[in-house]
Nanobody, 118 residues
């Protein structure tokens, strides 16, 4: 069953902002490694930002300085603030979580679509 639920996608012009939110269990938010990926048809899935269970973030070079990943324990959500959006940011964005024993992310949401126009 789907354990992660993304929201917040939409259409925005280049230079604009969106904030994505991933609803997850309190256990995932509080302790699991989590990440935002994006997928474009015909291209490999790309990890854009991740955050460890204890709150350490990592960003792909393509989004550094523009995206911010964070967790909100009160809302049980993983958020991605996206600023200065570019057309190349257009993709389906997926939330993921990783069990402590797994070398890869093994929980996935269905994704939320982001479209950035020129």
């Amino acid at each position: 069953q789907t354990q992660l639920w993304e929201s917040g996608g939409g259409s925005v012009q280049a230079g604009g902002s969106l904030r994505l939110s991933c609803k997850a269990s309190k256990y995932m938010i509080s302790g699991a490694d989590m990440a935002w990926f994006r997928q474009v048809e015909g291209k490999e899935r790309e990890e854009v930002a991740s955050i460890t269970g204890d709150g350490r973030p990592t960003y792909a070079d393509s989004v550094k300085g523009r995206f911010t990943i964070s967790k909100d324990n009160a809302k049980n959500s993983l958020d991605l603030q996206m600023d200065s959006l570019k057309p190349e940011d257009t993709a389906k964005y997926l939330c993921a979580a990783r069990s402590s024993w797994s070398p890869t992310y093994n929980y996935w949401g269905q994704g939320t679509q982001v479209f950035v126009s020129s």
